[in-house]
């Protein structure tokens, strides 16, 4: 599937401009993730694209329980077969699918992708020049961007094996090169 289809089905089923620009954020860390490990980027970046595809309905409905599952049910409808970005999509929420990389990384690239647009909001310069050590130190204050799972941004050499410094900086770049289409630039 190529971008542009990928960004229609974005557009058919999320309704918020808030999970656009997360589901557009997660699509760009787990893209320069990719990069970093050989693995396909287009691919890695579908997961990240569609992993909130049905929070906007499952949210109103209450009925989180379908998160991702819905996800799921919906891509198959739409004819989309990759079964390991399926799986990364319902890696974000359930242990038991984080099976491989793709999948291990959405867990991290979904928070620091979080903490990383809540940065670069409060920042004139936006995304532009964002760098590690402030991002650092907003990952330390609680209190901005509480929903961030910090955890998962914490835990990433255990997850994947980077770095934290070096998962912030790919993840950074990530967001960048996205930036323009979330209006972060
Ligand atoms: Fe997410």
């Known amino acids: ?9 974005v ?10 620009r997360h589901l557009i954020s997660v699509e760009g860390v787990m ?21 909130d595809l049905d929070y906007d309905v499952t949210e109103a409905e209450d009925d989180l329980g379908r998160h991702g599952y819905l996800t799921v049910e919906w891509l198959r409808e739409e004819g989309f ?5 399926l799986n990364a999509i319902l890696g974000h929420r359930f242990e038991e699918h984080q099976t491989d ?9 979904d928070a620091v992708a979080g903490l990383l647009v809540a940065s670069a909001l409060v920042r004139p310069e936006k995304a532009d020049g964002m760098k590690v050590s402030s991002v650092k130190k907003k990952l330390k204050e609680k209190s901005f961007a ?6 998962h941004i914490r835990n990433v050499q255990e997850g994947i094996g980077l770095e934290l410094d070096e998962f912030l900086a790919i993840s950074i770049t990530g967001v960048q090169e996205v930036a323009p289409e979330i209006g972060l630039a």
């Open 1 to 9: 599937m190529d971008r542009d289809e990928a960004l229609a089905l």
């Open 11 to 20: 557009k058919k089923y999320s309704t918020k401009e808030i999970t656009y």
């Open 31 to 51: 893209r320069v993730l990719a990069r970093h490990f050989g693995e396909d980027e287009s691919r890695w970046g579908l997961a990240g694209l569609f992993h």
């Open 81 to 85: 077969e990759d079964e390991q970005v």
């Open 101 to 109: 990389l793709m999948s291990k990384a959405i867990v991290h690239a």
């Open 146 to 151: 509480p929903g961030v799972e910090r955890e």
